[in-house]
């Protein structure tokens, strides 16, 4: 499974960087990404690190956000910049051995990392 750490509670303007690593997954995942998803909302894709290394970005973070793998395999990074209250979410890692994951259908996913940006 994928485990995330480094969610945590900022102001405003403030910045996080959670990771995620897979555990107990031998094959590749090509694909990494972050969804995020608040109780009682909808699931809202927020940016995924193609198997060749194309990162695509939600506009509503596109700028601020960065996302990358490291050099540990399966493992990636979320960058979060100009955090905004709006941004308050649980964060949760996706994956899958697929070049593109934004389709969720069969991804492996983390327990979840909360984000909490205070104004």
């Known amino acids: 499974h994928l ?15 959670p ?3 897979a555990t107990g997954i031998t094959w590749t995942l090509n694909c990494m990404g972050w ?5 009682g909302q909808e699931r809202e894709w927020v940016t995924t690190v193609s198997g060749v290394g194309n990162v695509d970005y939600a506009n509503s973070v596109r ?11 399966n493992s990636v990074v979320l960058q979060m910049n100009s955090l905004k209250p709006e941004d308050t979410d649980m964060y949760y890692c996706t994956a899958d051995d697929r070049d593109l994951c934004r389709d969720p259908t069969d991804n ?11 104004s």
């Open 108 to 118: 492996v996913w983390g327990q979840g990392t909360q984000v909490t940006v205070s």
């Open 63 to 73: 700028g601020r956000f960065a996302a990358s793998k490291t050099g540990t395999k």
């Open 3 to 17: 485990m995330e750490s480094g969610g945590g509670s900022v102001q405003s303007g403030g910045f996080l960087r």
């Open 19 to 21: 990771s995620c690593a």
């Open 35 to 39: 969804f995020r998803h608040a109780p």
